[in-house]
């Protein structure tokens, strides 16, 4: 008998024959027998369960399963597929409907997601450092929209860029251009250029400044001679954040500059938008 013929026989048997499903014995069964295409019903070297446990073999052929709940349904030739057995986020089956469908026991992801539950953003734009244009800094790899940052010789990379490093040597010189004109609009930058390459972060100028936890002091000296000094770290969401000194540090034959009178009056609140608007109306008033 061919194998079609025994797929027939086993269909008809089990649903239609005094209404019995999946419980006539094979020797019933006209035309089958307990050793009739035993193999069909087992995957790659007969190992394993039959019908992948998920099912019984009759005749030869897995008759799958069935559910308590109508909407999981267990397929395939050899009930390897399932619609329910995928990964979860947030407690639902690949993220939801929004975010992808369960397909033979794996996640199939709609547009703009991706992950094994669908729960991620198919993007890296969460990743990419506007400061540098490097995605995590090239110092991490991007999972989810998010940076997952290296641990190297030196430490492990932190922030939301995997920009900083707490053991490392710091971020100090890194920072330094941009707290000078974002502060005391001095250092090589221009106004123009302060606005376009320090977008990483916005300096709040401080009277009295002081290291807290987790931060790290910076200190420099600038084109007068004057040192000025800052400190950095950054906030729950992984965003860098700068505190600078107000005041700066002139020697008495320099005395106090032009510039450091600017940022002395400057609000303990004040940013780079108080420092850039307040250089931009003196420009405009002559």
Known sequence: MGKGVAMRLTAAALVLVCGLTRAMPESDIPGCSASAYPVNCYAGNNSGAACSGRGTCVCGQCVCNERESHNEVISGYLCECTNFLCDRFNGQLCGGLDHGTCECDKCVCKPGWTGPGCM??????QCINPESGRKCSGNGICECNQCKCYEGIE?????KYCEDCPTCRGKCSLYKECVQCQAFLTGK?????CVTQCTLFNVTVVSNLATEEG?????????????FKFVYGNDNHNEPVVR??????CPPSRGIMGFASLSHHMSSSGSVVVALLTLSLALLMG
């Not at 991620?120 to 734009?125: G, I, L, M, P, V």
């Not at 430490?155 to 922030?159: I, Q």
């Not at 002091?217 to 004057?226: A, G, M, Q, S």
């Open 244 to 249: 600078a000194q107000s005041t700066l540090e």
């Open 120 to 125: 991620c953003e198919d993007s890296s734009a």
């Open 189 to 193: 930058y221009s106004f123009e250029q």
């Open 155 to 159: 430490g492990r990379y932190s922030g």
């Open 215 to 227: 931060e790290r002091l910076c200190t420099f000296f600038d084109e007068n001679d004057c040192r």
